[in-house]
């Protein structure tokens, strides 16, 4: 099981990106996919989650960020609006082997290398 995630890069506050992450290896129409980052100094931590059509998002991301699946292409996507300097971290996409709504890191069983988002003040 293989997840890459791609889609990062730098942007000004405001702007807004579109992270991707295929999973190859397994099909994952029925399981969770979930996003987490993880900031410079910081823990890692909870940003997005979808299990089927219901998902769930952090607080600080909520209104900005939205997750969603192509199932048919075994692929996740965060897409973020309004972005702000503090959303900048790696951003590692995850994967769960069941459906649910889960929110600690260390509940998923598969992770993506991480891709880099910046946010220019």
């Known amino acids: 099981v293989q997840l890459q995630a791609s889609g990062g890069g730098l942007v000004q506050t405001g702007g807004s990106l579109r992270l991707s992450c295929a999973a190859s290896?397994?099909?994952?129409?029925?399981?969770?996919m979930g996003w987490f980052r993880q900031a410079p100094g910081k823990e890692r931590e909870f940003v997005a989650v979808?299990?089927?059509?219901?998902?769930s998002y952090a607080n600080s991301v909520k209104g900005r960020f939205t997750i969603s699946r192509d199932n048919a292409n075994d692929t996740v996507f965060l897409q973020m609006n309004g972005l702000k300097p503090e959303d900048t971290a790696v951003y590692y996409c995850?994967?769960?082997?069941?459906?649910?709504?889960?929110?600690?890191?260390?509940?998923?069983?598969?992770w993506g290398q991480g891709t880099l988002v910046t946010v220019s003040s």
């Open positions: 995850a994967v769960k082997g069941r459906s649910g709504i889960y929110y600690q890191a260390n509940e998923y069983d598969y």
């Open positions: 290896g397994r099909t994952f129409s029925t399981y969770t």
């Open positions: 979808r299990s089927g059509i219901i998902t």
